[in-house]
């Protein structure tokens, strides 16, 4: 794994920062509200301000492209950044956008990831995931896919047991943990 500058760590979260307001604004005006179903299945888990505000897509026939700067990253060694052509679904703010219908599991972990956005606000959500890829050394290893994977699989073995996202993902910034 290629080691960043400070200088270098900040120029990326800054094309990481536009990456996702770029795909947020491309992808916002074909999403839609989460149907009832949608809603009815994560109510327990979320706010109501979260479902009514969080849109989601399913893209057909297209699929969600790689940021620009890949090949610059490529260049200073990184060879496993996450193809996000490959992705089940990504998270751009509060646009869900997918490559395959959703399930409860994948809106789920998704919409984890909307309250992160929320809480954190875009700056800050992309400098903590460049710094947990570049911390971990891979995908698998940046906290807020820990963090939404977690409570993913928290929800996915017991879908009928509360719990409150918006605390637990509080919890992880109050401790430092992302």
Do not use: C
Not at 66 to 78: I, K, T, V
Not at 153 to 168: C, G, K
């Amino acid at each position: 794994m290629s080691q960043l500058t400070p200088e270098q760590v900040t120029q990326v979260t800054t094309f990481v920062t536009q990456y996702i307001a770029d795909q947020r604004d491309r992808y916002a005006p074909n999403a839609v509200p989460l149907s009832p179903q949608q809603r009815d299945a994560v109510a327990r888990f979320f706010s109501a301000q979260l479902l009514n505000t969080a849109r989601v897509v399913v893209l057909r026939g297209e699929r969600v492209s790689n940021p620009d700067f890949y090949p610059m990253l490529r260049s200073l060694g990184f060879r496993n950044l996450p193809d996000q052509s490959t992705m089940g679904a990504i998270t751009f703010s509060d646009v869900v956008v997918s490559h395959q219908a959703f399930t409860d599991g994948l809106l789920f972990h998704e919409l984890v990831h909307v309250e992160q956005y929320r809480q954190l606000g875009v700056p800050r959500f992309a400098e903590l995931y460049v710094r947990g890829f570049l911390d971990g050394g891979s995908y698998d290893a940046i906290p807020l896919e820990v963090n939404a994977y977690t409570l993913g699989s928290r929800f996915e073995a017991s879908p009928t047991h509360e719990f409150s996202v918006h605390d637990e993902v509080q919890d992880w910034i109050t401790h430092g943990r992302f």
